[in-house]
T-cell receptor
Framework: GAVVSQHPSWVICKSGTSVKIECRSL??????MFWYRQFPKQSLMLMAT?????????EQGVEKDKFLINHASLTLSTLTVTSAHPEDSSFYIC??????????????FGDGTRLSIL | QKEVEQNSGPLSVPEGAIASLNCTYS??????FFWYRQYSGKSPELIMS????GDKEDGRFTAQLNKASQYVSLLIRDSQPSDSATYLC??????????FGTGTKLQVIP
């Protein structure tokens, strides 16, 4: 149980392109989803928290106009990297927290999306 | 002070030994504690959850929690080379977001 699907796994595109990454909870409802970025040999960095039906909460230093997050349903959140540049190349990982049976719910991670901007 | 602290390592142990990974946290109201394993180039994978003081065992893994000392640990018995990964400690105060440590890199030497 608690499977999170993330798509695509790899993206290679030209500078200036916008890229959309999807995160789906396959067997549970997720009121909250999280988006992380991880550079090589560095730790996870939380970018934003996405709540179903409301605006995402961005961490300090993350440009909300550059990283657009939409959480349209209890099973789907999307991250769009707008006008991507080489410095946006990174490993993007989503996670989802099950709609709480109790508050003691872990986060379950998708497999991540490796984004390379040429 | 970081909210969740881990020694970055690397922690090197010989195959078959016990690996001991430690984590301290600053928020006394934390209720939920998790250990994730992350292989290089992969996303984190949940391996243990613990919510009350004491030990919780699952196969070769034992999580230990001491809320008074604000300390949580993970023991890996009979360590295998396949256990070589970065282990992330995560802490939550309930419905709030889970806060991750920076991870401890474990190397199991054949």
């Amino acid at each position: 149980g608690a499977v999170v699907s993330q798509h695509p796994s790899w993206v290679i595109c030209k500078s200036g392109t916008s890229v959309k990454i999807e995160c789906r909870s396959l067997d549970f409802q997720a009121t909250t989803m999280f988006w992380y970025r991880q550079f090589p040999k560095q730790s996870l960095m939380l970018m934003a928290t996405s709540n179903e039906g409301s605006k995402a909460t961005y961490e300090q230093g993350v440009e909300k106009d550059k990283f657009l997050i939409n959480h349209a349903s209890l099973t789907l959140s999307t991250l769009t990297v707008t006008s991507a540049h080489p410095e946006d190349s990174s490993f993007y990982i989503c996670s989802a927290r099950e709609r709480a049976k109790s508050e003691y719910q872990p986060q379950h991670f998708g497999d991540g999306t490796r984004l390379s901007i040429l | 002070q970081k909210e969740v602290e881990q020694n970055s390592g690397p922690l090197s142990v010989p195959e078959g030994a016990i690996a001991s990974l430690n984590c301290t946290y600053s928020d006394r109201v934390s209720q939920s504690f998790f250990w994730y394993r992350q292989y290089s180039g992969k996303s984190p994978e949940l391996i243990m959850s613990i919510y009350s003081n004491g030990d919780k065992e699952d196969g070769r893994f034992t999580a230990q929690l001491n809320k008074a000392s604000q300390y949580v640990s993970l023991l890996i018995r009979d360590s295998q080379p396949s256990d070589s990964a970065t282990y992330l400690c995560a802490v939550s105060g309930g419905y709030q977001k889970v806060t991750f440590g920076t991870g401890t890199k474990l190397q199991v030497i054949p």
